[in-house]
């Protein structure tokens, strides 16, 4: 199995959409994602563990968690209401 780079991926958690059903935090495999104390929403936390697996982005019943490489500028997060690894 080839080993997948850290770091090298933006995560952008769509807060308005997040329900908090805590999917992504619970198989995330680098613990990259927290659920919020007071929100109890998904948090971006550790974005510099991300492997780019997919598996949040794919498994979120409310596709309120999206993936984009970092070398592209994602003009979506900056105009959005979002919590990303970079902000």
């Given at each position: 199995?080839a080993?997948?780079e850290?770091?090298?991926?933006?995560?952008?958690?769509?807060?308005?959409?997040c329900?908090?059903?805590?999917?992504?935090?619970?198989?995330c495999?680098?613990?990259?994602?927290?659920?919020?104390?007071?929100s109890?929403?998904?948090l971006?936390?550790?974005?510099?563990?991300?492997?780019n697996?997919?598996?949040?982005?794919l498994?979120?019943?409310?596709?309120?968690?999206?993936?984009?490489?970092?070398?592209?500028?994602?003009?979506?997060a900056?105009?959005?209401?979002?919590?990303?690894?970079?902000?």
């Amino acid at each position: 199995m080839a080993k997948k780079e850290k770091g090298k991926t933006s995560i952008i958690v769509f807060q308005d959409w997040c329900k908090g059903c805590g999917i992504c935090v619970e198989f995330c495999p680098g613990k990259v994602l927290e659920l919020d104390r007071t929100s109890g929403k998904a948090l971006v936390v550790h974005p510099e563990e991300c492997i780019n697996c997919g598996f949040c982005e794919l498994h979120c019943p409310d596709f309120a968690i999206m993936l984009a490489p970092k070398e592209r500028e994602n003009p979506m997060a900056a105009e959005l209401n979002c919590n990303g690894g970079d902000q």
